[in-house]
């Protein structure tokens, strides 16, 4: 109303400058306000950066995942999932899947009946399908997700990382595999390690972990490591369910000692290779974790701040009790206050000093055969 009877009075020729101060302090918070928006839409932004960046270094796929599932239940003895149809999901409506995404859970024994809890819509009471594909529960509460951290998944996980230390005689899983692959896509044999790549900071946390693998090509008995790593994705990519035969195999096992050592001197130089990698990013990792603490604690002493300016009491209302515990609540703001820059130092040189000096530690984990299929057959 204000800057509108100044607008008409200056198209009448009675005022020549418009004052805008009011207006300007009324618009501030509404300003505030969306330059808050839009930090916050930048964070969602960077934060769905990292979370798709960690998917694809770890294979956090729901192909994955499922496969995860799978053979977790086939090692603790339980009955296998069951493909199911769902409208709208299964058959396709796109026509772009060949096998279908939905799956019952079956009836589990012992603790892995708890896998199961969940699963019960909470209106219905009917037992709901689960899908390994988050983009398949968008608008839908007839689904459930399998996710990383769905307890099914985790009981599969904690089982398959049993195996991987269990000792020789008490093992289910091998750690040995022969897959076929086209001959489009190597002419020799091809040897890969797998192995858990762990990186440790200075106070024995863990910075980082991911399964690396590293290979090369079995020529006339001879390993030649393959650096490229994108190869050897490919090569794993386009395995196939087929086992190489029986003969094949055994050969691959009377080669073995000849091998093993330059194949693991691979794994160890891609341990090297990936550990160089993530120093920049574990020092930019670092520095975010700083800037997050020190965000926190700038905005702890703003808020202390603000308390101890807006603190006007009349103490000559307040009994000598009240008084005291006043004056006990202020001096504790107060130093407070001013322990936050000592604590702000401390806990920047704490994260520094964690990521100061990473180690690195590989532990194998199994070896897969690549053989083409001319060779097999």
């Not at 000692?257 to 920049?280: Q, V, W």
């Amino acid at each position: 109303p204000v800057i509108s009877s100044q607008v008409t009075e200056a198209m009448l020729g009675r005022r020549r400058h418009l004052n805008t101060e009011q207006a300007e302090r009324d618009a501030a918070p509404a300003r505030r306000l969306l330059r808050v928006e839009r930090d916050i839409r930048e964070q969602l932004r960077k934060l769905h950066d990292q979370l798709g960046e960690a998917r694809r270094d770890l294979h956090l796929d729901p192909e994955s995942i499922q496969a995860v599932v799978e053979t977790g239940l086939a090692l603790a003895g339980q009955p296998p999932l069951r493909a199911v149809e769902l409208c709208g999901l299964w058959p396709d409506p796109a026509g772009k899947r060949t096998q279908s995404p939905v799956f019952a859970l079956p009836p589990l024994t012992g603790t892995w009946r708890l896998a199961a809890e969940g699963l019960a819509h909470p209106h219905t009471k009917e037992i709901r399908p689960i899908v390994f594909d988050h983009t398949l529960c968008a608008g839908r509460d007839d689904v459930v997700l399998a996710h990383l951290n769905h307890r099914m998944v985790q009981m599969c996980l904690q089982l398959l990382r049993a195996e991987v230390w269990a000792v020789a005689g008490a093992r289910k899983l091998n750690r040995i595999t022969a897959r076929v692959v086209p001959d489009a896509m190597t002419q020799v044999p091809v040897a890969l390690a797998h192995g858990r790549l762990v990186v440790l900071g200075a106070d024995n946390k863990r910075l980082h972990e991911e399964l690396i693998f590293a290979g090369g090509e079995l020529r006339e008995g001879r390993f030649t490591r393959v650096a490229q790593i994108a190869r050897l994705e490919q090569l794993l990519a386009s395995a196939t369910a087929e086992p190489a035969p029986l003969a094949m195999q055994e050969r691959l096992r009377a080669l073995w000692p000849e091998h093993r050592g330059n194949l693991l001197r691979a794994l160890e130089a891609r341990c090297d290779d990936r550990t160089k990698t993530l120093h920049n990013r574990l020092d930019d990792r670092a520095t975010r974790e700083v800037n997050a603490m020190r965000s926190v604690l700038a905005e702890l002493g703003a808020s202390i701040k603000a308390q101890l300016s807006d603190i006007d009491p009349q103490l000559e209302l307040f009994s000598i009790p009240e008084k005291e515990q006043f004056e006990r609540d202020r001096g504790a703001l107060e130093r407070r206050l001013a322990e936050l820059p000592r604590e702000m130092a401390l806990e920047a040189e704490m994260i520094r000093t964690r990521y100061a000096n990473p180690s690195p530690r590989l532990f194998p984990v199994s070896v897969t055969y690549l053989v083409p299929k001319r060779l097999a057959g």
